[in-house]
């Protein structure tokens, strides 16, 4: 296996007595585009910000293609392009000379810098709207040029940040389309969203992050192979006793998720037999079925079935 170009070893970042990061292992290989899955507050972009070289690590080890950020910092940095959540650009400024700005920031100058400007306007479709303030930019143009900043001193890894927050489906699709191509072209591409169906159409790999801790990693199908065919979500409109949750269990893997609403979620193999049998079991036993929802094989439901049992077992521990 080739050498990976993201190597990061039990990462931990501490704020006081608040963990953003624990214990963090993963490796991303050359060309990988690579998604980082979790809800806000996960842990996803002080993560980012770690392989960013902009927050160190509380301990922990990093390397970046073949350079620890913390001695090699200006090489690090030249290897990497930062696309921030936020707008990172000068509004009264055209595009273009936002981006003269940051390439000279970068050490581009003269012709070097011209093509450059040619090509990641041409990248992100912005070139017609090169000259005008970018104060009159939609979100999704914004979005765009955003990344084109930070593509202008052509990174081998480009880094985003839930890129397509704010804007409409077009933008996202002709973002998704930039992000396919530069891909495709070499660019090794780190993703963080928390939007399942981003991380299923672009990324090879998923890391599921929850509360500061990666809990899952591996390929959207996977992943999605990892759960059984269904998870069915229920919620009855009475109390339920120990008998009926243990008969329950019979059905496939019974959870209590909310005791005290009656919300139950049932995984199964079967959910034909499993649905049957749930009916059978609530007029047998006298329990009303509220609602009953079916949750098919997907990263949506792999990503439900363990941040919620993450959630459980660390409110368990007592962490």
Not at 199 to 215: E, K, M, N, P, Y
Request: aromatic share 6%.
């Amino acid at each position: 296996m080739a050498e990976p170009i993201v190597d990061a070893v039990h990462l931990n970042k501490s704020y006081g007595d608040l963990k953003a990061v624990s214990d963090m292992t993963f490796q991303i290989e050359r060309g990988e585009f690579f998604g980082l899955l979790g809800p806000n507050g996960a842990g996803k972009t002080t993560t980012i910000g770690m392989l960013a070289g902009l927050i160190e690590p509380t301990s922990g080890r990093l390397m970046i293609d073949r350079c620890d950020p913390a001695r090699d910092t200006n090489k690090v940095k030249a290897k990497l392009g930062l696309v921030p959540q936020d707008f990172a650009f000068y509004p009264t400024l055209s595009a273009r000379e936002n981006l003269e700005f940051f390439g000279r920031l970068y050490g581009l100058w003269a012709e070097r810098l011209e093509v450059r400007i040619r090509e990641v306007l041409n990248t992100v479709q912005l070139s017609d709207r090169a000259k005008e303030p970018v104060s009159h930019f939609s979100n999704g143009m914004k979005r765009r040029l955003n990344i084109a900043i930070g593509l202008v001193h052509e990174p081998a890894i480009l880094i985003l940040d839930e890129p397509t927050v704010g804007v409409d489906a077009q933008s996202r699709n002709a973002i998704f389309d930039t992000l396919e191509l530069l891909n495709q072209a070499g660019v090794t591409i780190i993703y963080t969203t928390h939007y399942m169906e981003e991380a299923r159409r672009l990324c090879h790999r998923v890391a599921i992050i929850d509360c500061g801790r990666l809990i899952a990693l591996d390929t959207p199908v996977e992943l999605t192979r990892s759960i059984a065919d269904s998870l069915i979500f229920i919620e009855f409109a009475n109390g339920l006793d120990e008998t009926f949750i243990n008969r329950l269990s019979d059905l496939g893997k019974a959870r209590i998720t909310n005791p005290e609403q009656g919300k139950v979620q049932l995984e199964t193999g079967a959910r034909e037999q499993a649905l049957k049998g749930l009916v059978e079991l609530a007029e047998e036993s006298g329990v009303h079925i509220r609602s009953v929802n079916v949750l098919e094989p997907s990263l949506e439901a792999v990503f439900l079935h363990l941040t919620r049992k993450h959630v459980r077992d660390t409110a368990k521990n007592g962490e």
